[in-house]
């Protein structure tokens, strides 16, 4: 398989399986409910207006501005794959750029789509293509359900700031978006001599 196809593949994968999840829990979960599959992982559906790890800014003017630099963010990551493949550089490296851009793209269509497809999801079931729906283009939500709590407890007294307070490990819920720029990243990283093959050199220089 060709370097473009092997792109082109995980990217439509990739994309299809994060909107396909996403669109499931929207459509099955009420805001806030949680499925226990164990205890150390749960469905828990929440929905954020910003960042990764639920952070905000600036409104709703920082909630367009973050989906303009987002969508701006998409056609570098391109230019970035496009050129990687005229390199013919290792597959993994590949797969690992297709992941971070399917991951940006998956929540740009919650950012941008979401709040003109569905309606609410506060005490009850969203409804797909709504009558009604909760928001405006450029304005949606992005959905969120994958909870890690790996241990839940009491903190000693000893540790500064924070000792004898409740602390969950790892407390943050994401999506599958957000878990291939993870992915994606975490392979650059393996990868990075393939990656970043000039900037070795320059290092050595």
């Not at 000693?156 to 599958?176: A, L």
């Not at 990243?185 to 220089?205: G, I, M, T, Y």
């Amino acid at each position: 398989m060709s370097k473009k196809k092997l792109a082109i593949l995980t990217i439509c994968i990739a994309i299809i399986l994060d909107q396909v999840i996403k669109i499931y829990v929207k459509t099955h979960f009420v805001l806030g409910e949680e499925f226990v599959v164990f205890e150390w992982f749960r469905i828990h559906f929440t929905e954020n207006n910003g960042m990764a790890m639920g952070f905000e800014f600036g409104g709703k003017a920082g909630k367009l501005f973050l989906t303009l630099f987002r969508i701006v963010a998409v056609g570098a990551i391109i230019y970035w794959l496009a050129g990687t493949i005229k390199r013919k550089v290792h597959n993994a490296v590949v797969i690992a750029i297709s992941l971070i851009f399917s991951g940006a793209v998956g929540n740009i269509i919650d950012s941008v789509f979401y709040g003109i497809i569905f309606d609410d999801s506060n005490h009850k079931v969203a409804t797909l293509f709504a009558d009604k729906p909760y928001g405006e283009l450029f304005y949606g939500k992005v959905v969120d359900m994958f909870y890690f709590p790996l241990w839940q407890g009491v903190l000693p007294d000893w540790i500064p700031f924070v000792g004898g307070e409740f602390f969950t490990f790892f407390q943050y819920i994401f999506n599958p978006a957000d878990a291939f720029i993870s992915i994606g990243v975490a392979l650059l990283f393996f990868f990075s001599k393939q990656a970043f093959p000039k900037e070795e050199k320059q290092l050595k220089a």
